[in-house]
């Protein structure tokens, strides 16, 4: 393994950020190769301690002679947000300076070459999204490593790569699939597929790409016995395709948990501002109708509270942790069983 640091130079003289790279060697330059980064939403933290747990079963592998494909991980890959550390909380998400957020506007790239990510000129968060394209583009295999508010654990894959990738779903135990198609605001998932759909079928090979944002749960769920299972889900996705050799790890098999298409997700938000009473948690099946939440608006006052209901049947991907809202906010990710009648385009919140 080698590591190596990466410097991102700030916009102002004297600032500087950096991040370590890790990088195995293959033995086999025909078998896939693979790309983990965890935390590009700095403040999204499971997916870095599952990247923890993972790394010393890499160590051993390699010491033993089983990695076959090159393997690159990137433990926590957005330094300039986990920087923005403001009146005691990370704010992660958006680079403050421009107001993008970090998982939005990285370069499109009419092949995979990461010689055509870097571009001069341009703020912080551009130079970030540039090298962390060029870090990954080329392999076969990138896994871009989130979470939501409370949630279920669940990946958006693109319809090209599906049902190709079930194995890779299967492998890490996902509760559910998000499939999503054209444009998501050139999010690091979208940027890294549209290189390969710019190149010949053959040279692309969509068949072995595996290209997912990988949804771990909520914010909290950072504890021990969650990151070593999720650490085995990342080591079983590399095993099913072939980047590493492990004959101990049985194939996974065929996905059981939920799959839809992005449009069928209902955002469902708030109608008034207050303080939310949930009826549901992720992970529930509801009916058309059913109560979502209450939100207290004028608390102690008759009619001083307004029923949210559910839009239609479905499954509850995710909701808001905090428990205040204003008017408009949303309030939980319901996976319809038809189409929303209000879907929102591209990747939601990831
Ligand atoms: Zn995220």
Request: net charge negative; glycine share 10%; proline share 6%.
């Amino acid at each position: 393994m080698q590591k190596s640091i990466e410097t991102i130079l700030g916009d102002t003289e004297g600032v500087a950020y950096a991040f370590p790279v890790y990088r195995f060697e293959g033995s086999d330059a025909d078998a896939p190769a693979a790309y983990i980064q965890a935390a590009l939403h700095a403040g999204e933290l499971p997916g870095v301690v599952a990247v923890d747990a993972l790394m010393p079963r890499l160590r051993q592998a390699e010491a033993e002679g089983r990695i076959r494909g090159r393997l690159t991980v990137v433990p926590a890959a957005n330094p300039v947000g986990r920087a923005q550390y403001h009146f005691g909380e990370i704010q992660g998400r958006f680079h403050l300076g421009t107001r993008t957020n970090f998982n939005r506007n990285f370069p499109l790239l009419e092949g995979p070459d990461p010689a055509l990510a870097e571009r001069p000129g341009g703020t912080v968060d551009q130079r970030l999204k540039q090298r962390l394209l060029a870090l990954s583009v080329g392999h076969d295999i990138v896994l871009d490593l989130h979470c939501d508010d409370e949630g279920v654990v669940y990946l958006y894959v693109p319809s090209a790569l599906w049902p190709a990738m079930q194995d890779c779903a299967a492998a890490m135990g996902v509760a559910a699939v998000i499939l999503w198609d054209g444009e998501s605001g050139a999010s690091f998932d979208e940027a890294s597929l549209y290189p390969w759909l710019q190149v010949a079928p053959e040279a692309a090979r969509l068949d072995r790409k595996v290209v997912t944002t990988v949804e771990y749960r909520g914010l909290l769920d950072v504890d021990r016995h969650t990151a070593a299972a999720d650490g085995d889900g990342l080591y079983r996705v590399l095993v099913a395709r072939g980047v590493i050799a492990d004959e101990t790890v049985p194939a996974a098999g065929p996905f059981a948990g939920l799959v839809a298409p992005i449009e069928n997700i209902d955002v469902v938000t708030a109608p008034r501002a207050g303080a939310i009473l949930f009826d549901v948690v992720p992970g529930d099946r509801i009916a058309a109708g059913d109560r979502i939440a209450t939100i207290v608006h004028a608390s102690g006052e008759e009619n001083g509270t307004t029923d949210v209901f559910a839009p239609q049947s479905g499954y509850v991907l995710t909701r808001v942790n905090r428990r205040w809202t204003y008017a408009g906010d949303d309030l939980v990710k319901l996976v319809g069983d038809a189409p929303s009648a209000t879907a929102r385009q591209g990747a939601l919140e990831a």
